[in-house]
């Protein structure tokens, strides 16, 4: 029902952009959020956008360089990734908050999609 894709794999200081679309239901009423896990590593939250195109991020290291936006009438969310860095590198999952609170808890979690940063 929900479906990150996008991934790849990029050098270190580049850009990926990355898209959650929907089947069977709409995006408008949910907050997205995106998150990632490292090999090895817990999963982690990376950004959040409510309905009303609030937006969190979880760190500081992210504000600045990820960029999440929604677009109802294509039913997708997106998570824009500039100066990507080694560590940047995971699967990236998107999921919905039907509460639409950015604090879950989360419903429908989509496949990831695997970003590689690498030289």
């Known amino acids: 029902q929900l479906q990150a894709f996008g991934g790849g794999l990029v050098q270190p200081g580049g850009s990926l952009r990355l898209s959650c679309a929907a089947s069977e239901f709409t995006l408008d009423h949910y907050a997205i959020s995106w998150f990632r896990q490292a090999p090895g590593k817990d999963r982690e939250g990376v950004a959040c956008?409510?309905?009303?195109?609030?937006?969190?991020y979880y760190e500081d290291s992210m504000r600045g360089r990820f960029t999440i936006s929604r677009d109802n009438a294509e039913n997708t969310v997106t998570l824009q990734k500039n100066r990507l860095k080694p560590d940047d590198t995971a699967v990236y999952y998107c999921?919905?908050?039907?509460?639409?609170?950015?604090?879950?808890?989360?419903?429908?979690w989509g496949q990831g999609t695997l970003v590689t940063v690498s030289s």
């Open positions: 956008m409510r309905s009303t195109g609030h937006t969190r």
């Open positions: 999921t919905t908050d039907p509460h639409d609170s950015c604090l879950g808890p989360w419903a429908y």
